[in-house]
């Protein structure tokens, strides 16, 4: 089992382009679906969570789906996993890159990477979309987090603490409602 851990996410550390944000497609694909270690639901949370705390996204997000099948092991071992592909293509693109970084193809080949990233990146936001805005509360959060985001400097960990705090408030007002 520690073995597929750290093979599963090595192949998820492999295929992902463009950092935490486009890797939840594939960790979606291979978590959930092919190997049922975790709910789609658990990984939007360990998703959410990864994204407030320091460090990289791939790897705490690792981490607590590690921790989640085989505790600390597990976690060290999907951390590791999920690293190791990069360091390898890091350190190989580091030892040949300075003698290519300019040449057509290159350049070129770079440019199709960023375009794949960015669909990447906005199918994980379609998908995260389907499971976070689901009532009208969540998404008037959505779309004032986003005008503020865009409209202001604020450090976005304001925008994650103001809208978990008024998440939790109006789910409790709507209890004590109901009573």
Not at 41 to 70: D, R, W
Not at 140 to 169: E, K, M, Q, R, Y
Request: proline content about 3%; glycine content about 8%.
């Amino acid at each position: 089992m520690y073995l597929d851990i750290f093979l599963t996410f090595a192949r998820v550390g492999a295929l992902t382009f463009g950092g935490g944000y486009a890797m939840l497609p594939i960790l979606q694909r291979e978590v959930v679906d092919n190997r049922h270690w975790v709910s789609e639901a658990e990984v939007m949370n360990y998703y959410a969570v990864s994204q407030c705390l320091p460090g990289l996204i791939a790897v705490n997000t690792a981490i607590f789906i590690g921790n989640k099948i085989k505790r600390s092991r597990g976690g060290l071992l999907a951390a590791l996993g999920v690293v190791f592909p990069s360091l390898v293509i890091i350190t190989l693109i580091a030892a040949f890159i300075s003698g290519f970084a300019d040449l057509p193809l290159v350049q070129n080949a770079f440019a199709g990477i960023r375009a794949c990233v960015f669909v990447l990146i906005l199918n994980s936001i379609l998908k995260l979309r389907k499971g976070s805005v689901v009532d009208l509360f969540s998404l008037i959060i959505c779309v004032v987090i986003f005008l503020l985001s865009v409209l202001t400097d604020l450090n976005p960990i304001l925008f994650i603490v103001a809208a978990g705090l008024a998440g939790a408030f109006w789910r409790q007002n709507r209890k004590e409602a109901k009573r």
